[in-house]
């Protein structure tokens, strides 16, 4: 399985963007997926997860700003991101996992790592 992260940028605080996805490979439509992101300096630390039911799963700290989705048929993750603030600058990751069809905030969950796409917010 590949993933492809893309739809990062510079934005504003306040703002908006909305990152995509896109898996390629043996992929699984039940198995689950999620999005890790990593400031600079810091851990890589869990945002949301999403299983096939859908059942989201969100860090309290994107919880009512941030929406996880995905497309089966399109082989797509998404990230809705308003209200963006400086603390969410940070490179961002999907990850799906290999079996696993429980939306998980364990990275040892996810067998599956895209590149990443970097999110800057500006004050």
């Known amino acids: 399985v590949q993933l492809q992260a893309s739809g990062g940028g510079l934005v504003q605080a306040g703002g908006s963007l909305r990152l995509s996805c896109s898996a390629s490979?043996?992929?699984?439509?039940?198995?689950?997926m999620g999005w890790f992101r990593q400031a600079p300096g810091k851990e890589r630390e869990f945002v949301a997860a999403i299983n096939w039911s859908p059942t989201t799963l969100y860090a309290d700290s994107v919880k009512g700003r941030f929406a996880i989705s995905r497309d089966n048929a399109k082989n797509t993750m998404y990230l809705q991101m308003n209200s963006l603030k400086p603390e969410d600058t940070a490179v961002y990751y999907c990850a799906a996992a290999r079996y696993s069809t429980v939306a998980s905030s364990r990275l040892s969950q996810y067998a599956y790592w895209g590149q990443g796409t970097l999110v800057t917010v500006s004050s």
């Open positions: 490979g043996r992929t699984s439509s039940t198995a689950a």
